[in-house]
């Protein structure tokens, strides 16, 4: 996501924060009016705010003690004696079972965790494909945390990933397309990101990663008109929710209010969340009068 869209010189839409929790749990990208700031980004190595990354600042047991916390008591007990052999264990017996226990994590949808055990397969078995792993489990747990501390190590972790997986592999177009999404969400130069997802979709015009971050940097950057066949790209390929609501976004930043309401209510179609469902009836129903 790209973080500088949090920054408090952003006017954030109506309330929108009743939207944080069910999207991305985070302060929702793109729900902007165009401003002065919006083309402005973190400098390298800052997120969310000039917070600076610090990868070291996560580790396998802080981020395993935490996921922990919120699992049921059997769930734990058996990760536990699963990452005491982990602890005990050498060479390929040990790279093993850290595949396991990535493995485990992300069965419980504990990804922070997961993500580190993944960066520990592919530091001990590196190539493409493990580090592209890794990548993408660290871009993931990005975009799920609620924790502002851990966002710049994650976005961090999950740029050098997918660095070590262009260096196995340079041709390997999954991870140039991570690399750019951190790139635009903070991690350097943010029109260095955007040549690179250009670059993919001029390769891949279907892809869904490229097109979804490429449709919401145009509206953070107030360039709906662009956004609007970005979007439309990811609902061909694979609609959710969020390429929904951002067309609906887009869509009613530029007055087209009917066709709004249209992507709006197939967003809470398929999301079926009652925050979101109220939010959108209520968003619908202001713009049905202006039709």
Known sequence: MNSSIRSKQIII???????????????IKG???????????????????GASA????????TSSTAAKNVLNKNLATDITALENSYKGASGTEKTDLAKQLAQKWDDVEQITPSALYLEVVAQNEPSSKTWLAAGN?????????????????LLQKANTSYKNALEKDA??????????????????????????LLEVVAKEPKN???NMNLGLFSIKSGQFDKAIPRFKTVIAESPTPEAYFYLGTALENLGKNKEAV????????LAA???????IDKKVAELKNKI
């Open 13 to 27: 839409i109506g309330a929108v924060v009743l939207l944080i929790a069910f999207l991305f749990t985070r302060d």
């Open 31 to 49: 729900l902007v009016k165009p401003t002065e700031e919006n083309g402005k980004m973190p400098s390298t190595g800052q997120v969310s705010g």
């Open 54 to 61: 610090n990868p070291s600042a996560l580790s396998i047991e």
């Open 137 to 153: 489990q660290f871009i993931k747990a990005f975009e799920s945390t609620q924790d502002s501390l851990a966002q710049p190590a």
């Open 171 to 196: 041709t390997n177009i999954e991870a140039k397309t991570g690399l750019g999404v951190t790139i635009v969400n903070g991690l350097g130069a943010p029109m260095q990101g955007i040549a690179m």
């Open 208 to 210: 869904v990663k490229a």
């Open 262 to 269: 249209e992507a709006y209510l197939n967003s809470k179609k």
């Open 273 to 279: 969340n009652p925050t979101l469902s109220s939010f």
